[in-house]
């Protein structure tokens, strides 16, 4: 249990510092905000993955799996990983045990 909750920390964090990372950008430019996607925090990381990876979905799986998968990709990348890590730190929090 003490790893899942290292985990959720680790992506709640990771969640906002993509956040102030969207900020900066804003602030930088003077423009409306541009939220980073999952799809372009994992282009920073691999060049060729994303497009890799689309075109396996898009020859692999049925029809309905590659738009849906090209939808998650497409979520602000911060939304994401901070609520994926806010919903791990809520299943695995400490659970004081009723005695009673």
């Known amino acids: 249990m003490m790893v899942f909750r290292f985990v959720a920390l680790v992506l ?3 969640g906002l510092m993509l956040l102030g990372a969207d900020v900066v950008t804003m602030l ?3 423009q409306e905000p541009h939220l980073r996607s999952l799809e372009d925090v994992w ?3 691999s060049s060729t993955g994303v497009a890799s990876f ?3 979905a898009n020859e692999s799986l049925p029809a309905p799996l590659p738009d849906g998968f090209s939808g998650v990709l497409g979520i ?3 939304a994401a990983l901070g609520t994926i ?3 791990m730190a809520y299943l695995f929090r400490e659970r004081d045990e ?3």
């Open 54 to 56: 689309k075109t396996w």
């Open 28 to 30: 930088e430019r003077g």
């Open 98 to 100: 009723m005695v009673g």
């Open 12 to 14: 709640i964090v990771l």
């Open 76 to 78: 602000p990348a911060f």
């Open 43 to 45: 282009a920073l990381f």
């Open 85 to 87: 890590g806010v919903i």
